[in-house]
């Protein structure tokens, strides 16, 4: 059964730097897409990094570019997400997910269909 578990969320000030850590299953597949999700109080949940570990591709959008960077360790089959000069529109819960099926790895949150229980970040300004 695949499990997510994620951690590493808390409060920084503004400028300050996160890392998020999603902690998979043994029985999860370590050669699927995998991703970052946040949603803010009264805001949609949005993507904000995709990985296919089996070519190193990463994706992130242009609001957490050079900010954000995606990564995985597959024999630990953990996935990360260093957070740099945080800002306080960053304040979200975060969410690591897995797509299980085949097809192009996007943010595309509908594609995703495992889910950890999120883990709270907030930045203070």
């Known amino acids: 059964q695949v499990q997510l578990v994620e951690s590493g969320g808390g409060s920084v000030q503004t400028g300050g730097s996160l890392r998020l850590s999603c902690e998979a299953s043994a029985y999860t597949p370590s050669s699927k897409c995998m991703g970052w999700f946040r949603q803010a109080p009264g805001k949609e949940r949005e993507g904000v990094a995709v990985i296919y570990p089996v070519s190193g591709y990463t994706y992130v959008p242009d609001s957490v570019k050079g900010r954000f960077t995606i990564s995985k360790d597959i024999a630990k089959n953990t996935l990360y997400l260093q957070m740099n000069s945080l800002k306080p529109e960053d304040t979200a819960m975060y969410f690591c997910?897995?797509?299980?099926?085949?097809?192009?790895?996007?943010?595309?949150?509908?594609?995703?269909?495992?889910w950890g229980q999120g883990t709270q970040v907030t930045v203070s300004p």
């Open positions: 997910a897995l797509k299980s099926s085949r097809g192009f790895c996007s943010p595309n949150e509908d594609a995703f269909d495992y």
